[in-house]
């Protein structure tokens, strides 16, 4: 049984570049979220989709969007990249939020995206 | 908006000791869950231990327990018979039961083992 699987492992881009982080979410999970975790830092909600749509949102701005396919693979965009968007980008994959419930999530290894 | 602190920055322990693991964080739910997660060099979080907020008694796995304390918000965790490989950053992190159930992590202690 597969894990969370995020690719690339590794990225390096130029400043006001596009960059499309991908994440396969474990099997029989359908909802997958975002964080990005700066270097010596804890990790930082971005955002979370399942049903194939945006259903929360942290505190990053529209620069960074988002997809959720039929498969329940997702995909993370950063336009415009700057060098603060400089991070671990982690992919974590849970079943849908249910009130009353902790549904478990297991986390991919990681994009590490170094911008220059 | 939920806050998680974590205020010791690094730890270090000497293999086969004790070590705790202190956490604060801030809320005005009543209803959320509490977890400690690993992350080894690997990057991968690993989940540690976890604790909801609705039970009173501690939660343990194995070498690893937690001393929630709901009132004084306090979520510490107590690493016994440390081992090398328990070697890592640790993360305390936040659950809301309301909210998409996202998770709020603190800033992370670096834990050392020494041999």
């Known amino acids: 049984d597969a894990g969370v699987t995020q690719s690339p492992t590794h990225l390096i881009k130029t400043r006001g570049q596009q960059v499309t982080l991908r994440c396969s979410p474990k099997s029989g999970h359908d909802t997958v979220s975002w964080y990005q975790q700066a270097l010596g830092q804890g990790p930082q909600f971005i955002f979370q989709y399942y049903e194939e749509e945006e259903r929360q949102r942290g505190n990053f701005p529209d620069r960074f969007s988002g997809h959720q396919f039929p498969n329940y693979s997702s995909e993370l965009n950063v336009n415009a990249l700057l060098l603060g968007d400089s991070a671990l980008y982690l992919c974590?994959?849970?079943?849908?939020?249910?009130?009353?419930?902790?549904?478990?999530?297991?986390f991919g290894q990681g994009t590490r995206l170094t911008v220059v | 908006a939920q806050t998680v602190t974590q205020s010791q920055p690094e730890m270090s322990v000497q293999e086969a000791e004790t070590v705790t693991l202190s956490c604060t964080y801030d809320t005005s739910e009543s209803d959320y869950y509490l977890f400690w997660y690993k992350q080894p060099p690997s990057r991968q979080m690993i989940l540690v231990i976890r604790q909801e907020a609705y039970k009173q008694q501690n939660a343990t796995e194995n070498r690893f327990s937690v001393n929630f304390q709901k009132a004084a918000k306090s979520f510490s965790l107590k690493i016994s018979d440390s081992q090398l490989g328990d070697a890592a950053m640790y993360f305390c992190?936040?659950?809301?039961?309301?909210?998409?159930?996202?998770?709020?992590f603190g800033p992370g202690t670096r834990l050392s083992v020494l041999p």
């Open positions: 992190a936040y659950r809301s039961d309301n909210y998409g159930q996202n998770f709020v």
């Open positions: 974590a994959s849970s079943l849908k939020p249910r009130q009353g419930k902790n549904t478990e999530a297991f």
